[in-house]
């Protein structure tokens, strides 16, 4: 489920390519350079999106500028080869990319590798972001990892986190002590989720001036998650950000 805000309301979309506008991107024929940062489904996030892109028979790359889980599936590659790249390209649509790194995962292709990848004329994608499975992140010094040619920044955070502890739910929550003034044993409130998401110390740092920023907030999987987002959307709204949208589990 996909919903976007707008007039204080949820707004059911049908897909993540409508809800973020990227349909007037393609017209403009600009291929867009999103980036995901946060936590929280960033990986969920990227999947639904590149397969949107490839049902409609646009190709797709996705890549890291910081670890991802290598997967069990044909298009997902370790090592630069152009010719391997764009092979795979035509068989599937769309491929997953960066050097081998340890624990199985993919790590951050040469910055020679990465800029060929981005002079190709289809969409990019890039996690920009780590957070250890956890639903919501406050960055280091050194964090995100986002490319000043990034078009598109998606701040994902896991509405499951609210309710539960900082400690347990939040990856750098000594970080997050200081930034929400809150010690790591209270609880994720909505409030929490709005300021960090607002906030150029965390969901909006290193975004490019040029880029196009969204909140997503994701999990909002039954009824009572869904109100919860609706809450977060409306404190985001407060602070001047209105480009937010909300998915939860795909129908079956």
């Known amino acids: 489920m996909i919903y976007i805000y707008s007039g204080k309301r949820l707004h059911?979309?049908?897909s993540l390519t409508q809800a973020l506008k990227l349909e007037k991107e393609n017209l403009r024929e600009r291929c867009p350079v999103i980036s995901t940062v946060g936590a929280g489904g960033k990986t969920t996030t990227l999947h639904r999106l590149a397969d949107e892109y490839v049902c409609v028979?646009?190709?797709v790359l996705?890549?890291?500028t910081?670890?991802?889980?290598k997967e069990d599936r044909e298009w997902f590659l370790s090592g630069f080869s152009e010719e391997k790249i764009k092979e795979q390209l035509q068989k599937t649509g769309q491929v997953w990319v960066g050097e081998p790194a340890p624990g199985g995962k993919l790590g951050r292709l040469s910055d020679s590798a990465l800029e060929k990848l981005l002079k190709w004329d289809i969409p990019v994608f890039i996690e920009a972001d780590g957070a250890k499975r956890l639903p919501v992140k406050?960055?280091?010094e050194h964090e995100p990892v986002i490319l000043p040619?990034?078009?598109h920044v998606?701040?994902?955070y896991g509405l499951d986190s609210v309710g539960q502890k900082i400690e347990d739910k939040v990856f750098r929550p000594e970080m997050a002590e200081i930034l929400l003034k809150k010690k790591?044993?209270?609880c994720v409130t909505e409030e929490d989720i709005a300021q960090l998401a607002a906030s150029d110390l965390a969901g909006r740092k290193g975004c490019p001036e040029t880029a196009v920023y969204t909140v997503v907030l994701n999990k909002a999987d039954d009824e009572k998650r869904r109100k919860t987002a609706l809450a977060v959307c409306r404190l985001l709204e407060e602070k001047g950000i209105r480009q937010v949208i909300v998915t939860g589990r795909q129908k079956s």
């Open 66 to 69: 910081t670890h991802i889980m």
């Open 184 to 186: 790591r044993t209270e």
């Open 149 to 151: 040619c990034t078009t």
């Open 138 to 140: 406050v960055p280091a």
């Open 62 to 64: 996705v890549t890291t």
């Open 57 to 59: 028979g646009v190709p």
């Open 154 to 156: 998606l701040s994902v």
């Open 12 to 14: 059911e979309a049908d």
